[in-house]
T-cell receptor, first 116, second 114 residues
Framework: SQQGEEDPQALSIQEGENATMNCSYK?????LQWYRQNSGRGLVHLIL?????REKHSGRLRVTLDTSKKSSSLLITASRAADTASYFC????????????????FGKGTKLSVKP | DSGVTQTPKHLITATGQRVTLRCSPR?????VYWYQQSLDQGLQFLIH???????AKGNILERFSAQQFPDLHSELNLSSLELGDSALYFC?????????????FGPGTRLTVL
């Protein structure tokens, strides 16, 4: 079952513009992660934000987390053609015993196209 | 390169057959997770092994099974294959048990069932 839902499903922008993708989830989380997938290839981890964090930066990436709204956003600034990929948010599913097993629940992804 | 290897990269087989997908985690990682990615279901968690023991199951069919060996590599066995099993199968590894670390994904095995 899907936990995170990304919005929009597809996004097309010009090089140099910023790209913002949103993710909403349903249950409480330990952390939220963003991954990138180039067409048909493996997923690459971008950034992890813990439930007690509100914002995190990594290079041109900025992630925010609002646990009260159960939502997160990924901002890519000054986008490049090489940023063309699908972006997924993933939440840790938690574990009934109290600790986390770490298996991730992924959204359906946002397909980003950056035109040169 | 994530350090996680998967073989084979591509697999084409017929309905009713059985296949084995292999995953070698990053050096030192004890946890291996298997995921299936298909067009209609998206990315789905299948099963998690930690240091040789099964720790969690997700949407894994009874026709599918997995194991993790003493050298920590893992195999996913898919039997009585159906057309709908065609998908990308990924494994991911991470150091510990808790879900507070990033997972490193392999390049995947693309399974086509004809």
């Amino acid at each position: 079952s899907q936990q995170g839902e990304e919005d929009p499903q597809a996004l097309s922008i010009q090089e140099g513009e910023n790209a913002t993708m949103n993710c909403s989830y349903k249950t409480s989380i330990n952390n939220l992660q963003w991954y990138r997938q180039n067409s048909g290839r493996g997923l690459v981890h971008l950034i992890l934000i813990r439930s007690n964090e509100r914002e995190k930066h990594s290079g041109r990436l900025r992630v925010t987390l609002d646990t009260s709204k159960k939502s997160s956003s990924l901002l890519i600034t000054a986008s490049r053609a090489a940023d063309t990929a699908s972006y997924f948010c993933a939440t840790d599913s938690g574990y009934r015993g109290g600790g986390s097993q770490g298996n991730l629940i992924f959204g359906k992804g946002t397909k980003l196209s950056v035109k040169p | 390169d994530s350090g996680v290897t998967q073989t084979p990269k591509h697999l084409i087989t017929a309905t009713g057959q059985r296949v084995t997908l292999r995953c070698s985690p990053r050096s030192g990682d004890l946890s291996v997770y298997w995921y299936q990615q298909s067009l209609d279901q998206g990315l789905q968690f299948l099963i998690h092994y930690y240091n040789g023991e099964e720790r969690a199951k997700g949407n894994i069919l009874e026709r599918f099974s997995a194991q993790q060996f003493p050298d920590l590599h893992s195999e996913l066995n898919l039997s009585s294959l159906e057309l709908g099993d065609s998908a990308l199968y990924f494994c991911a590894s991470t150091l510990g048990l808790a879900g507070f670390n990033e997972q490193f994904f392999g390049p995947g095995t693309r399974l086509t069932v004809l």
